[in-house]
């Protein structure tokens, strides 16, 4: 990688689109993701997230990628706050259903969805209040910063809309009346919680660039 370069720590092929899209370019630095900067994929990176925040979280998967490449590093920690279930998933909202550890994409996220809907039963829907909270984390040489970003909504009954990932199809705007999963990706990074914190970053950058 040339040193103009920013290593974005995420596995995730969702997170990467998202985050691409968001940050736009950005004029002197160059976005890799750690597919395209040829980091293998190591055992030992299911154990780096293992704190109960989304700071340490997301400080912790920056820091691994840090010191494995040497390159400035971001990362990001994200999930699902429910208020009904004090707060949980949280920061285990990958591996919230029982069996969701040896599932993976899709099937992954139906199970999630699954026991995410039946923790919450007949609930009625003014409380199934929730929050999406995402934590970037930028580790830049000796120093580090945080960008956080949140959004509102109601978690539904029901699944609806094909778009998004993870909990999009239950989690519902009431700003625009639709679910994350029912906009489109430009209007999804308006409105999210990645938008949001990855937003403060781009600022945070240019402003470095100056
Ligand atoms: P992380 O990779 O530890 O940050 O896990 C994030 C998990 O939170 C994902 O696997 C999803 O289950 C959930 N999540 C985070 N952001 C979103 C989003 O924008 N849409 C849907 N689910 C999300």
Not at 3 to 15: F, N
Not at 76 to 82: F, I, M, T, Y
Not at 132 to 145: H, M, N, Q, R, T
Request: net charge negative; proline share 4%.
């Amino acid at each position: 990688m040339s040193p103009g370069s920013l290593l974005l720590a995420t596995r995730s092929p969702d997170k990467v689109r998202e985050i691409r899209r968001i940050l736009g370019p950005l004029a002197g630095l160059r976005l890799v993701d750690l597919d395209a900067a040829g980091v293998e994929v190591l055992r030992e990176e299911d154990d780096v997230e293992v704190y109960d925040t989304f700071e340490e979280n997301a400080r912790a998967k920056a820091l691994y990628f840090h010191r494995r490449t040497g390159f400035p590093t971001v990362a990001d920690d994200s999930g699902l706050v429910v208020d009904a279930l004090e707060g949980a998933p949280g920061v285990r909202s990958k591996r919230f259903a029982p069996d969701s550890d040896v599932l993976s994409g899709l099937e992954r996220d139906r199970a999630n969805n699954e026991h995410l809907l039946s923790l919450l039963g007949d609930l009625e829907l003014s409380r199934r209040t929730a929050r999406y909270v995402c934590v970037a984390s930028l580790i830049d040489g000796g120093e580090e910063s945080f960008f956080r970003g949140e959004a509102e909504g109601l978690i539904l009954g029901l699944p609806r809309g094909r778009g998004g990932f993870g909990y999009d199809p239950l989690f519902y705007d009431r700003g625009l009346g639709l679910t994350f999963a029912e906009i489109e990706g430009e209007e999804k990074n308006r409105r999210s919680h990645r938008g949001k914190a990855f937003r403060k970053l781009r600022h945070h950058l240019l402003e470095e660039g100056e």
